[in-house]
């Protein structure tokens, strides 16, 4: 059984910085990808960025030059710096792992971290 915890969400008024932390805990296969996802109400969940153990990333167009992932092999610990939030940034942040043995494709999500940005 995989666990991840999330951390670091709050209130913060734009043009704000937040850190998000995210652990993860149990068999976890070493290649993988870690990654944040946000859901806002009324809206479907969507990918915000992610990266690999490579370590290679990808970030959705609208945070890019804002938001900057990255991960602590060591601790199985993903981050990700958001800079000049935006109130369109506000949803509920998630956190994931995945990686693919081949026969079978393991996906894990977090509880979610509430982000809420003020104009």
């Known amino acids: 059984q995989v666990q991840l915890v999330e951390s670091g969400g709050g209130l913060v008024q734009a043009g704000g910085s937040l850190r998000l932390s995210c652990a993860a805990s149990?068999?976890?296969?070493?290649?993988?990808?870690m990654g944040w996802y946000r859901q806002a109400p009324g809206k479907q969940r969507e990918l915000v960025a992610t990266?690999?153990?490579?370590?290679?990333?990808n970030y959705a167009d609208s945070v890019k030059g804002r938001f900057t992932i990255s991960r602590d092999n060591a601790k199985n610990t993903v981050y990700l710096q958001m800079n000049s939030l935006k109130p369109e940034d506000t949803a509920v942040y998630y956190c994931?792992?995945?990686?693919?043995?081949?026969?079978?494709?393991?996906?894990?999500w977090g509880q979610g971290t509430q982000v809420t940005v003020s104009s």
């Open positions: 990266i690999t153990s490579g370590p290679s990333t």
């Open positions: 994931n792992i995945a990686w693919s043995t081949g026969w079978h494709t393991y996906n894990y």
């Open positions: 149990g068999s976890i296969f070493s290649i993988n990808t």
